[in-house]
């Protein structure tokens, strides 16, 4: 199985502190991403790369960036943080299904509950 | 922009009783379709996942479908137990994946 860990588990921060996410994967899988999940919409992309130094945004970026220095590393930065980004964070990578390699499935990590106060 | 679309929001079922759940998407241009278990604070764990040209896939007691012309996809869970109370969600591939709000199941024991 792939192997996906999200650190901090949980983090409570104060408003406009800047605050970093790390995503690790064990193996070298190309696509990562950062989706938030938040009651009444749901998960939702923040940015995702699709390798080193290679990344792009998802439909919730604005106050996020990302870096990805390594293909086992994929950090999301909130910049200042706001109250509106207190939410869970999820990372996922792409991965091939064990009996159709063609295809390609998702694996999530156990997700950062993130509070901003 | 893709809407994906789970209906019901919430069901409630005795133990034994097969569950029906229902997924919709708007563009039929799809890589494939994965449904997810998540339980409440945590993780999501993929169940299923069907590609674009296949039309159902099977694991255990769970079933899914894939319609992809009418964009629809079912999860068939036979023989609902109480450890199968959990929120399921369906998403959508195409080239990124865009979920459905979920269905969260309660099984009575």
């Known amino acids: 199985d792939a192997g996906i860990t999200q650190s901090p588990r949980h983090k409570v921060t104060e408003t406009g502190t800047p605050v970093t996410l790390r995503c690790h994967q064990t193996e070298n899988h190309r696509y990562m991403y950062w989706y938030r999940q938040d009651p009444g919409h749901g998960l939702r992309l923040i940015h995702y790369s699709y390798g080193v130094k290679d990344t792009d945004k998802g439909e919730v970026s604005d106050g996020y960036s990302v870096s990805r220095s390594k293909t086992e590393d994929f950090l999301l930065t909130l910049e200042s943080a706001t109250s509106s980004q207190t939410s869970v964070y999820f990372c996922?990578?792409?991965?091939?299904?064990?009996?159709?390699?063609?295809?390609?499935?998702?694996?999530f990590g156990s997700g950062t509950r993130l509070t901003v106060v | 922009k893709q809407e994906v679309t789970q209906i019901p929001a919430a069901l409630s079922v005795p133990e034994g009783e097969n569950l029906v759940l229902n997924c919709s998407f708007t563009d039929s241009a799809i890589y494939n379709l994965q449904w997810f278990r998540q339980d409440p604070g945590k993780g999501l764990t993929s169940l299923l996942l069907i590609q674009s040209s296949q039309r159902e896939q099977t694991s255990g007691r769970l079933n899914a479908s894939l319609d992809k012309s009418s964009g629809r996809s079912t999860l068939y869970i036979a023989a609902s137990q109480p450890g199968d109370s959990a929120t399921y969600l369906c998403?959508?591939?195409?080239?990124?994946?865009?979920f459905g709000a979920g269905t969260t199941v309660t099984v009575r024991a």
């Open positions: 996922a990578i792409s991965v091939p299904d064990r009996e159709i390699k063609a295809n390609y499935g998702y694996t």
């Open positions: 998403a959508v591939d195409d080239y990124k994946l865009s």
